[in-house]
C-alpha cells in the first residue's frame, strides 16, 4: 500500500537555524509531490510541490524541497528558520499526471517550535 | 476571493443521529475530496471525486457517504455517527493537471460524537 513517511515527529529549533525534514514515500509509479503548512488553529496551506522537471523545487516563504527518485524522498529545507515558521509540516503524494490524479496520502506531520 | 467553505464549523452530536457537513467551491474545480485528521495521524482521505457523479473512496471511507450533484458542492454524510468519527474534517478542492493548479483547503469542520 502506498504511505508517505514523516521521520520527525517534533523539532525544535531556534531562529536562524538551518531547517531540514524528512519525507519519504512508497509509491509504485509516477508521483506528484506536495509540502503543506498548518499554522495553529488555521487549514492547510500549499508550501510547494513537485509534478515533473527541475527536482529542485522552490515555495514560498523560503522553503524548497529536493526530489530525490532513487532514495523515494521529498525533505523540505529552510536555510534560517523564523518564530512565524512555528507550524505543523505535511508531506503528501498522489498519483503523476492528470489521469492519476486520484488519492492523496499523506504523512503523519511534523511540529515545529521555533524559538525566538 | 477563491475559497472553500464548511459548514458547520463546529458540531457536537450524539451517536446514531444522521449529520451532514457541507462543502462548496468557487474555483470551478473539478476535484474535490474529503479528510479527517487526527492527531499523529495526520490527514487521511476519506472520498475523493474527480468530477460530477464521479466519487471514490479515499484510505478511510467506512461509516462515511458522499455525492456530487453539482461542480461547486460535495457534502459529507455520516448516516449513523460513532464516537471514533469525532475528528477534524477537511474538504478540499483542485483543478488536476493545470500548472497553476493547488488544492485549496477549507477552514474545517470539528465534529465531536458523543
Known amino acids: 500500500a502506498q504511505s508517505v513517511s514523516q521521520h520527525n515527529h517534533h523539532v525544535i529549533l531556534s531562529e536562524a537555524a538551518s531547517l531540514e525534514l524528512g519525507c519519504n514515500y512508497s509509491?509504485?509509479?509516477?508521483?506528484?509531490l506536495f509540502w503543506y503548512v498548518q499554522y495553529p488553529g488555521q487549514h492547510l496551506q500549499l508550501l510547494l510541490k513537485?509534478?515533473?522537471?527541475?527536482?529542485l523545487v522552490k515555495g514560498i516563504k523560503g522553503f524548497e524541497a529536493e526530489f530525490i527518485k532513487s532514495k523515494f524522498s521529498f525533505n523540505l529545507r529552510k536555510p534560517s528558520v523564523q518564530w512565524s515558521d512555528t507550524a505543523e509540516y505535511f508531506c503528501?503524494?498522489?498519483?503523476?499526471?492528470?489521469?492519476?490524479?486520484?488519492?492523496?496520502?499523506f504523512g503523519s506531520g511534523t511540529k515545529l517550535n521555533v524559538k525566538p | 476571493e477563491a475559497q472553500v467553505t464548511q459548514n458547520p464549523r463546529y458540531l457536537i452530536t450524539v451517536t446514531g443521529k444522521k449529520l451532514t457537513v457541507t462543502c462548496s467551491q468557487n474555483?470551478?474545480?473539478?476535484?474535490m475530496s474529503w479528510y479527517r485528521q487526527d492527531p499523529g495521524l495526520g490527514l487521511r482521505q476519506i472520498y475523493y471525486?474527480?468530477?460530477?457523479?464521479?466519487?471514490d473512496k479515499g484510505d478511510v471511507p467506512e461509516g462515511y457517504k458522499v455525492s456530487r450533484k453539482e461542480k461547486r458542492n460535495f457534502p459529507l454524510i455520516l448516516e449513523s455517527p460513532s464516537p471514533n468519527q469525532t475528528s477534524l474534517y477537511f474538504c478540499?478542492?483542485?483543478?488536476?493537471?493545470?500548472?497553476?493548479?493547488?488544492?485549496?483547503f477549507g477552514p474545517g469542520t470539528r465534529l465531536t460524537v458523543l
Open positions: 471525486s474527480m468530477n460530477v457523479e464521479v466519487t
Open positions: 478540499a478542492s483542485t483543478h488536476p493537471g493545470s500548472a497553476s493548479d493547488t488544492q485549496y
Open positions: 513537485y509534478f515533473s522537471g527541475d527536482p
Open positions: 509509491y509504485g509509479g509516477t508521483v506528484n
Open positions: 503528501a503524494v498522489n498519483g503523476g499526471g492528470l489521469y492519476n490524479f486520484n488519492k492523496f496520502y
Open positions: 474555483m470551478n474545480h473539478e476535484y
